[in-house]
């Protein structure tokens, strides 16, 4: 290499190959391998000299992801050695990625220009230190965690110095709360007074050789800050030298206060022994979780055994859990597996066949990877307080599903539970909110009772019973309440110490007794007779209506026998009627009774009911509804009087009659119908009326009346009936929506009028103006053709007034022969011989060029086209012509205030459509389904400014009809109207 000395070169290489320390020599910036003794290679890499001249990626692919790379760049480029410490290297050894752990530097090499040319590589393997201390750093934590779970803290005594070293649970048992060292004087002082020459005794005492060195003594401690009275159990040992001197002293301490206290209570040694045991805690237990290997204490075994052994395997406990409880364990590890701690009770069988239940805590300890490797925990037998939750449990599920109010409180008043019932009463959302003063329970007017009535009473007697009105909570509700509350009291000292109530809401109970009073007064005041009778036939109650109906003695405590009521022929049926009842249960039917009173009969209907014990379900009487047949009576025989009235008046009627349901089907026709057809009355009903219309007019007749029908509106047509002989006859068809009082629709009732001989008297009409449009056309022809003759004479002599007078009348001519050709054209389209010579043509072409032509007719008017896409059309183009003419001189006529129309034309659901939109006067909503007939003209108060005979919508309409087409007209009274037709598309 150019930046160093071939002899330089070969001192180095000879030093780092006789180096038992890993050294490595990376030339340049791609840290080619260029020197690497065996110990790198080797013992390191794991690898052979191929990698001699390879780059350390090729050499070491498995470093790709660590940050080595990296880092030997920068010292590179920086010139800035890197020294680490103890850092993790994943390096593949007999081709397994395995972890390892270095101290290793990175040196750069520099040239005399203090350019880097290389980097030296040295590293020391302490993987084994890195393991070894993890492994007592883990010891420590486990000790740690028995230590903490047996509340158990460790102390120190620096035996030269005179000085106490102590852990912070130590410390806390001892009061103090900064230092860690402290005085063995110190100490010394915050023993209680009673126990502080009893310590120090001990403490000397295992400072000779002769005791052992052991140390266990039990003492009270007055706390250096917090002046709190603590019972502590030392344990400890002096460790002594060859010479019998001691040179440490240590062990630990644990808070036995509650056991003290507890023992204290109890007075008995058997009980201070169990609660010691108690107070230490429960089993402990270690699991090795890689091995499945279990260490753990005798009290432990016990607690699942009922045994102290330590024989005992994993599988020897697992195999003692109720199977019940097995999946709740199960789940309880699996939750664990997550957070990392354990906590589930279970039942287990003991070795003599008892059910006892524990609790097990737990926490997982991890390695460095996060897997868990150790399991510590403790147990212990909450058999005791698991049967007491239990007892408890079914107790409280018993008050909380109380209909009742149920409370506690303590001897103030002030409440310390209230089950749900309660809370729902009051109006409260949560226990929470219901713990209240019970002054704050009652209407204000009675928080006074409390004190001055209740308290006193219930400290004489130890009970209270009585009538109350509480308050709800929410709303401010008065409730009427019977309470109950009975007296705690200290069975030592005889003091009270609280009250338990029971509430019942009487609100249930007066509503009823409100519904009873309003059940007694509908009975009373019932149109019907109501009885109740017992097994002897005795009439034991008889409402008001009954006395009144079938009579009843004045005299008080008179029972009369239900036979007393009958007529002598009648007894056997009324025998009959009570077997049915004790048989059934019930009888219904019709009975003759007689009044007690005037003899006379009564016809009734009868509803009687068994009536049975509520306790013994037998039979004690029935109760019986009798309804007074007669006003029914009277009622079915005037109807019937009503109903041969109608008849007689609906034959004598010169007008067919009719009657529709709700649903459109005729329920009744008269006998005029059944006349003018032949057929049975019975072959109209429903839709069969349809039957006697003739072909040509069904459809239609069909179809307007649906239409009014389904639109609740005034029903009107002219259709030709055909009777069983072949005759026709014309008739006008009317009939008005019929309504309940509640405005329910119940049909239709309607008439039908013969205009037979009206419609012949039309025809013969028709035929006349036929004929006399006929005959007017030709002279009126002659007429036009002088009239054009002599205005072109007077225009060429230049007399301006006589040729205005001609062109005037050329102009009325031409009115006279449209009203001829709509008169012909009505008459043609009345007889079936209206002509069309169908073809196809272009529908918007024709459009715009009658809206040209239209356009020079009026100055006033700007007539707008907006044509889409039409096509071609098949019919006959001069009769669409005159429909599309009619509909625009229409428009410019009735819109006379306006100066806009609109045509418009397109194509929509395969129809071809053309609609004229004016802003002129309006049709009302009442008349534009008219403006289609003959002779119509829309009425009011402008009626004289709009001439016309009101035929070109009737000809426009019969045009399109017959083309197969449609035409409508929207409208707005005062704003306009658009007349539309559609017609079909050539396909």
Known sequence: MEHFSATDADVLHALIQESPTPTGLYVGLEMRIHLANKAMIQNTWGK?????GKT?????????GQPFHQLLHDVYTTGVAYEAREDLVKLEVDGQLQEFYYNFTYKPLKNKDGKVWGILNTATNVTDLVMARRRADEAEERLAYALNAANVGTWDLDIPNNKVTWDQLTKQFYGFSQSDVVPYEEVLKHIHPEDRRQVDIAVHLALTPQSGGVYDIKFRTVGADDQKLRWLHCTGKVYFNENNEPYRFSGIAQDITNAVQADVKVQSAEQMTQLAVEAVGAGTFIIDLVSDAMTYTPLFAKTFTGMERTDYTRKDFIGRIHPEDRMTRHQAYETAAKTGKLRYEARFIWDDGTVHWARTVGTYIF???KKAILLLGIAYDITAEAEAKEEQQKLLWLIDNSNDFIALSDWSGKLTYLNKSGQQMMGFSSMEAALLQNTEYVMPEEAHRIQEEINPILLKKGRWSGY????????????????TTLLFKDTTTGQPLGRASVVRDLRPEMKAKEEQQKLISIVENSFDCIAIINMEGDITYLNQKGKEMIGYPQQPNVLLNAGDYYFEEDRQQGTAAFETIVQHGHYEGHQRYRNLNTGAEIYAFVHATRINDAITGEMTGFSVVIRDLGPEIASQKALRD????????TTASPAALWMADQQGSINYVNQIWVDWTGRDMAQHLGTGWLESVTSDDVEQTRKRFMSDFTERRFHESQFRIKHTSGSNRWVVCTGNPQYREDGTFTGYIGACVDI???KQLQQQKDEFIGIASHELKTPVTSIKAYTQVLEAMFRKEGDARKTAMLSKMNNQIDRLTNLIGDLLDVTKIQSGRLQFNDDYFDFNQLVAELVEDLQRTTDRHELTLQLDTAGSVYADKDRISQVITNLITNAIKYSPGANKIIITSGIKDNEVLLCVEDFGIGISADKKDRVFEQFYRVSGDKQHTF????????????II???GGRIWVNSIEGEGSTFCFALPVVK
């Open 367 to 369: 390695d460095e990877n």
């Open 947 to 958: 001439p016309g005979l009101g035929l070109g919508l009737y000809i426009s309409s019969e």
């Open 642 to 649: 009503s109903e041969a009235l109608f008849r007689g008046i």
């Open 56 to 64: 350390i990626r090729e050499a070491l692919p498995e470093l790709e």
């Open 961 to 963: 009809k017959r083309e």
């Open 468 to 483: 109350i009105n509480y308050r709800n909570h929410a709303t401010g509700e008065r409730i009427p309440v019977y309470v």
């Open 48 to 52: 052979d000299e191929s990698v001699l």
């Open 756 to 758: 037979t001989e009206q």
